[in-house]
């Protein structure tokens, strides 16, 4: 599976959009982008995923760029209880692991 | 839908002892992951199961650990002779395994070793 490259680290406003960004340049044409977030110490909880066009649903949107090289995930209204981890992970198909890496801690802020 | 259980939700053992973690995946799921998360680490992944067959164990210790998901019943991830290094939470997740499918994960067990 690709490997992909967040910042560490980002602060985002109560109530505003926070932006997460993703690097994974060496993506493959059957590899999905997925989304997970780890609150505290809770279970890892999915997001969203895509393969090349943008996608929304309830939690956020999706955003991959048209080379697929690099992807954003979209919080349009963060709110404190999204204060977490986020994972990018690219996952090959049918039955791959998904590998974490070390995500972006996202802290929102009031 | 109830999700994926593990248990229990935390487990204490001594140094030497056995524990043996629990995953009942959701309703109809038949592919099952383990996860390791060390303190301030990420999480690791360990193993992945289907029913009765063990598919990837790559990220398994060589020793002292196994898992099995057998055809009825839950997964179990069994550590022996734990150590104080086995200190971790402990997640499972479930999936249905029919292509770009979705894992949901359970609680965890937090397993501490005296």
């Known amino acids: 599976d690709a490997k992909t490259t967040q910042p560490p680290s980002m602060d985002c406003a109560e109530g505003r959009a926070a932006n997460l960004p993703c690097n994974h340049s060496t993506i493959s044409g059957n590899e999905y982008v997925y989304w997970y977030r780890q609150i505290h110490s809770q279970g890892p909880q999915y997001i969203i995923h895509?393969?090349?066009n943008n996608e929304t649903n309830e939690m956020a949107s999706l955003i991959i760029t048209e080379d697929r090289k690099s992807s954003t995930l979209i919080l349009p209204h963060a709110t404190l209880r999204d204060t977490a981890v986020y994972y990018c992970?690219?996952?090959?198909?049918?039955?791959?692991?998904?590998?974490f890496g070390a995500g972006t801690i996202l802290r929102v802020k009031s | 839908n109830a999700g994926v259980m593990q248990n229990p939700r935390h487990l204490v053992r001594r140094r030497g002892q056995e524990a043996r973690l629990r995953c009942s995946p959701v309703k109809g799921h038949s592919h099952v992951y383990w996860y390791r998360q060390l303190p301030e680490e990420g999480l690791k992944f360990m193993v992945y199961?289907?029913?009765?067959?063990?598919?990837?164990e790559s990220g398994m210790p060589k020793e002292r650990f196994s898992a099995e998901f057998p055809k009825e019943g839950p997964s179990i991830l069994r550590i022996q002779q734990v150590v104080r290094g086995d200190s971790a939470a402990y997640f499972c997740?479930?999936?249905?395994?029919?292509?770009?499918?979705?894992?949901?994960f359970g609680s965890g067990t937090q397993l501490s070793v005296l």
């Open positions: 199961l289907q029913k009765e067959n063990i598919i990837d």
């Open positions: 895509g393969l090349k």
């Open positions: 992970i690219v996952r090959g198909s049918y039955g791959n692991k998904l590998v």
């Open positions: 997740a479930s999936s249905s395994g029919t292509g770009n499918e979705k894992l949901f």
